[in-house]
């Protein structure tokens, strides 16, 4: 639901990969990514058909999913910002392409003719603001020192896309650093590869038909944000969220079991329970109470996006000294 360019891209391309992989082998030559047809008999089609369809199987598998993970992005920032990310994206990752190929053959004297098919640089792009902006939540550890977040699962994915061919390494650095150009607005890039606006309103009344969802209808209203849009747009991420929950339940059930429960009622009061009689009993004068800290609008937003009140949102950040980990962490186990 709310992210239908995200559903066109998961399932078109994917299709058009399998019928190409199965039934149409022959009419794969129209959609390598040939480098040298694009320099020497400029061929730049082939730089739309090469960059758009997968040709490995592989590649579609873990582009799909990755593609299935990042549809957050068009829910959240909605479906022209989104594309226009995607746009700007594939476009610059198509120059650095080019680039790095001959960064590699000048100094390396490697001699690259071809790379990997399919829009894999927009996918490494989107690894940026899943960095910068999804809150990195704890799970649980493995040989108590390596941390399983939400995060681990499409970090693997990555990887594993990554390693699956040879020369895909240049697909995925020229996707991160057009990512990086596009999200932090160097050379304001984001406002010349943008999609415009009528063209954005094309698509929402010709291919957004057929690729939307219908609403959830059958389940449980929950608060999952402040507004109702954000509640709309959050519902998928329900289930996912309910099993972190719940794994961080079992891991409290079992600390507590051994005593190495960290007590953050002593770290912190309970947002649930700070106005109490005992808590306004030994709350400190207003001359001994220092000045409230300062809280980033951003950080207040991206915990209320995962469901949390702007009340809670404040309370835990102000606690955490703006620790937007351990506040998140906090209002979970609270």
């Known amino acids: 639901?709310?992210?239908?360019?995200?559903?066109?891209?998961?399932?078109?391309?994917?299709?058009?990969?399998i019928l190409l992989?199965?039934?149409?082998?022959?009419?794969?030559?129209?959609?390598?990514?040939n480098l040298q047809a694009i320099k020497e008999d400029f061929q730049i089609w082939r730089?739309?058909?090469?960059?758009?369809?997968?040709?490995?199987?592989?590649?579609?598998?873990c582009s799909s999913l990755l593609i299935y993970n990042f549809r957050i992005f068009e829910r959240r920032y909605g479906s022209r910002k989104f594309s226009s990310f995607l746009l700007g994206a594939w476009m610059l990752s198509a120059l650095f392409d080019l680039l790095l190929v001959e960064i590699a053959e000048y100094i390396?004297?490697?001699?690259?003719?071809?790379?990997?098919?399919?829009?894999?640089?927009?996918?490494?792009?989107?690894?940026?603001?899943?960095?910068?902006?999804?809150?990195?939540v704890q799970v649980t550890q493995v040989?108590?020192?390596?941390?399983?977040?939400?995060?681990?699962?499409?970090?693997?994915?990555?990887?594993?896309?990554?390693?699956?061919g040879s020369y895909i390494w240049i697909l995925a650095l020229s996707g991160l650093v057009s990512g990086i150009c596009y999200n932090s607005s160097i050379l304001k890039v984001h406002q010349i590869l943008c999609v415009?606006?009528?063209?954005?309103?094309?698509?929402?009344?010709?291919l957004e038909p057929i690729f939307s969802s219908a609403e959830p209808t059958n389940e449980v209203q929950v608060g999952m944000g402040a507004t109702v849009?954000?509640?709309?747009?959050?519902?998928?991420?329900?289930?996912?969220?309910?099993?972190?929950?719940?794994?961080?339940?079992?891991?409290?059930?079992?600390?507590?079991?051994?005593?190495?429960?960290?007590?953050w009622n002593r770290l912190f009061p309970p947002l649930r329970h700070r106005h109490n009689a005992n808590y306004q009993d030994h709350r400190p004068s207003e001359q001994d109470t220092p000045p409230p800290t300062e809280v980033?609008?951003?950080?207040?937003a991206r915990l209320m996006e995962m469901g949390f009140s702007r009340g809670d949102a404040l309370e835990a950040l102000r606690a955490s000294n703006n620790d937007l980990n351990v506040a998140t962490n906090f209002l979970l186990q609270h």
């Open 1 to 17: 639901d709310k992210a239908p360019l995200s559903k066109s891209l998961l399932l078109v391309p994917s299709a058009i990969s």
């Open 21 to 33: 992989t199965l039934l149409f082998q022959h009419y794969q030559k129209f959609f390598a990514y």
């Open 47 to 61: 730089i739309v058909c090469g960059r758009t369809i997968c040709l490995d199987l592989k590649d579609t598998f």
């Open 108 to 136: 390396f004297g490697i001699t690259i003719n071809s790379l990997p098919s399919g829009f894999l640089g927009p996918v490494f792009a989107l690894f940026v603001p899943f960095y910068s902006s999804i809150p990195r």
């Open 143 to 164: 040989l108590g020192h390596f941390s399983i977040t939400n995060k681990t699962l499409v970090y693997i994915l990555g990887l594993q896309l990554l390693t699956s």
């Open 196 to 206: 415009p606006s009528w063209v954005a309103k094309i698509f929402s009344w010709t």
């Open 229 to 263: 849009d954000i509640q709309r747009q959050q519902r998928m991420e329900l289930l996912d969220r309910q099993i972190m929950m719940s794994q961080v339940a079992q891991m409290r059930r079992q600390r507590q079991q051994q005593g190495g429960m960290i007590n």
């Open 296 to 300: 980033s609008e951003e950080q207040v």
